[in-house]
């Protein structure tokens, strides 16, 4: 489309703002867009519609069909009350939990949704004010719902928020109910179909009950109290930066019996403006500064992170040379899969019944600890909600022990079912008595888990490719490399391929090809080597990019070896990303 006739699609959009059913405000804000000289953040807002996607809504917040706003909100809302009535048809009162982060707007969002929720005759459950996200996951099987939305737009910048809707077992949506609450999301084609006005008999503010009855629960994780009595001491500087662990992490920390838990003050403060960080992800090593700083003035033994929706962890611990470092995702996955199998193994919980869950970009050390002893490995597609999925398929069936992906986020327990940073701080910080314990450091630790299991390396690399060409040639890439394999990557000979858009595995040795049994298929390739190394290769579904997973592995006798089979690694990365081309 060329640009002015863009344009006159924008300003039409625009203009039955002006003259359709929504707020002075917003009219205001939309005029002030119209009468600019520049029209870039007019075309910006209105260029399209804010697609409700299958995690839901995240965007920019703003007046426009392309922004977060009370009216893109509302019709995510209208579209998710219809499904709901339309799917429990027989039940006395639907009802649904409304949680929210600390973003700008997260509040004013949470209570138009109740209305419109109640309006439709929903009975809802509000918390009184911003709580983690996990604890929503809690409260909708605690409190037996069929649905329940949060506000937030987790690591995001602090001009975006968004809306991720849950289903009655505490999960985000899975087929078929991600697409069809989508189907319902977009047959709302006007402002005049959302029922705004709430019915505040059918609307219950709750707080302190789940709190308590939500951190009870994650005081029954705790494998080695034993440990954290000899160590309840420990220097834990914990920073929720400026999000919604503040309200619970701390608690939860003095519950598990640790008494020394040391604030960032500054970074306490709860803000959606984020005002001491750049991205309040704690993915980013300089969301971590100012707790590492603190860490290094008080000499801590560990250093924990939450992000503004407390669902995803960042760690940082002191190597072997008394330095800082951060702990990456595939590492602390890594430590607590190793942590809970050999606890559950000591404490005589493992019968053989038992599993753990990775998604298949997360590092192939787990598989091996799995293996190795006796309990059952999953492999799910990228997405926390894959592995709620794989909880849900063996419920009553088989023990979950823990689950984890590479991008920060674990789960240790069944009572929720999404990623969850207020146990996992809990369990860490256990994780992190339990080696002191043990008389080794956290890194230590990980060095020990290497020795034993074989060293492992991970680097992620992002080729962007923008516009409509860059688009086709991303196309292009991911089918040459399911046209034409590598026989060999760096060296090594490619011995097994992993099509998840086919669903078909190549055992190229022995040239037998086997169905991949996955709920659905995905554009993910895979390639794993003679020498260990596994690369992933996906488009990003977001953004003009192609992601590059690699993993390479190394030998460790002892934790003297750990600097040789890192530089080792990353020879081995490099030699890699020159046979990718990337």
């Known amino acids: 489309m060329k640009d002015s006739a863009l344009l006159t699609e924008v300003i039409a959009k625009a203009q039955s703002w002006l003259t359709g059913n929504y707020n002075q405000e917003t009219k205001i804000d939309i005029q002030r867009m119209i009468d600019a000289e520049d029209k870039s953040e007019l075309i910006e807002s209105f260029y399209r519609d804010l697609e409700f996607g299958t995690g839901g809504l995240r965007g920019i917040m703003g007046a426009g069909t392309n922004r977060m706003n009370i009216y893109t909100v509302g019709a995510a809302t209208q579209g998710l009350s219809n499904y709901l009535k339309a799917q429990f048809p027989d039940v006395p009162q639907i009802s649904v939990v409304i949680g929210h982060d600390c973003r700008n707007n997260s509040r004013l969002f949470s209570e138009v949704s109740a209305n419109i929720f109640s309006a439709n005759g929903i009975k809802v459950y509000l918390f009184e004010d911003l709580r983690p996200t996990p604890e929503v996951s809690f409260a909708i099987r605690q409190l037996g719902c069929q649905s329940g939305i949060i506000l937030t737009a987790s690591h995001n910048p602090k001009e975006y928020n968004g809306y991720k809707a849950y289903w009655n077992d505490g999960a985000q949506m899975v087929a078929p109910h991600d697409e069809n609450v989508i189907t319902e999301v977009m047959k709302i084609k006007s402002v005049d179909e959302i029922k705004f006005d709430g019915n505040p008999a059918l609307i219950s503010i709750i707080g302190e009950e ?21 160590n309840k001491d420990i220097k834990i500087v914990y920073t929720p930066i400026h999000g919604t662990g503040v309200k619970l992490i701390p608690r939860a920390l003095r519950e598990f019996g640790f008494t020394n838990i040391i604030n960032v003050p500054e970074q306490d403060v709860t803000s959606g403006d984020f005002p001491t960080v750049v991205s309040p992800n704690p993915e980013e090593p300089a969301a971590l500064d100012m707790a590492v700083k603190k860490a290094m003035e008080i000499d801590a033994d560990i250093v924990m992170a939450s992000d503004p929706d407390a669902d995803r962890l ?4 002191k190597n072997d040379k008394g330095e800082w470092v951060l702990v990456n995702g595939n590492q602390t996955a890594l430590i607590f ?13 493992v019968n053989g019944n038992e599993y753990v869950v990775k998604t298949i970009v997360t590092t192939e050390i787990i598989k091996q600890i799995a293996e190795r002893n006796n309990v059952e490995l999953f492999d799910c597609f990228t997405g926390f909600k894959w592995i709620a999925a794989v909880i849900r398929e063996n419920e009553g069936k088989k023990q979950y022990i823990g689950g984890g992906e590479e991008s920060y986020g674990f789960l240790s327990e069944e009572f929720v079912r999404d ?3 207020v146990s996992s701080c809990a369990i860490m910080a256990e994780i992190a008595a339990w080696a002191k314990d043990n008389g080794k450091t956290l890194f230590q630790l990980l060095q020990d888990i290497y020795v034993e299991y074989g060293y492992g390396k991970e680097k992620g690399i ?6 409509k060409s860059g688009a086709e040639e991303i196309v292009q890439m991911m089918k040459n490399f399911s046209s034409n394999p590598p026989k060999e990557i760096a060296g090594s000979k490619v011995i097994l391929i992993k099509d998840f858009e086919t669903l078909k595995m190549n055992n190229v040795a022995t040239g037998l090809i086997t169905d991949l049994v996955m709920p659905t298929n995905s554009n993910v390739l895979q390639y794993f080597t003679e020498d260990g190394t596994k690369i992933s290769v996906r488009p990003s ?3 003009p990019k192609i992601k590059f997973y690699i993993e390479v592995r190394g030998e460790m006798k002892s934790r003297a070896d750990y600097d040789a089979a890192d530089a080792a690694a990353n020879l ?3 030699a890699v990303r020159a046979s990718l081309g990337v």
Request: cysteine-free.
């Open 462 to 467: 992002s080729v962007v490719r923008k516009g």
């Open 337 to 349: 899969i190793y942590y809970l199998i050999r606890r559950w193994k000591e404490l005589g919980k």
């Open 210 to 230: 789940i709190d308590k009855a939500f951190i009870d629960a994650i005081k029954t994780l705790t494998l080695s109290p034993e440990a954290i009595e000899r």
């Open 314 to 317: 960042g760690v940082a611990v």
């Open 541 to 543: 579904g977001t953004e």
């Open 419 to 421: 990623k969850d940073a």
């Open 572 to 574: 081995k990365i490099e």
